[in-house]
């Protein structure tokens, strides 16, 4: 009859599913509290930052002088705008920029050009 192992804290939290790692966690614990101090930007960044400019992503064309907007709103009012859209074959994209056309027509601001 083989014993159960013994639970282990350590091993508990640096498993990889605890880290989200894939490689094998520290053996031991002078590996975990010192961590080995070097350069944390890769190569490439290290020399865009030294040299001053600023790393940006490309943003699509669609969205070249465009602003975002972020509205959180309850699950079924997002299902809801989703179902005006598939009924409609408009994107999301185009329902809200007909509601934003719409409400600023109402309050008499004028209408926007399409974004896309």
Do not use: C
């Amino acid at each position: 009859m083989s014993a159960t192992p013994r639970f282990s804290l350590r091993a508990a939290v640096t498993d990889s599913v605890s880290t989200g790692r894939r490689d094998e966690a520290p053996e031991t614990i002078d590996a975990i509290a010192a961590p080995e101090v070097g350069p944390t930007l890769e190569p490439h960044r290290r020399a865009t930052k030294a040299a001053g400019e600023a790393v940006k992503t490309k943003r699509p064309t669609t969205r070249q002088g465009a602003r975002g907007i972020t509205v959180w709103v309850e699950p079924e009012i997002y299902r809801m705008i989703k179902l005006v859209g598939l009924d409609a074959d408009m994107t999301t994209q185009d329902v809200m920029m007909e509601a934003i056309n719409d409400l600023l027509a109402k309050k008499g601001k004028g209408r926007l050009a399409k974004t896309r």
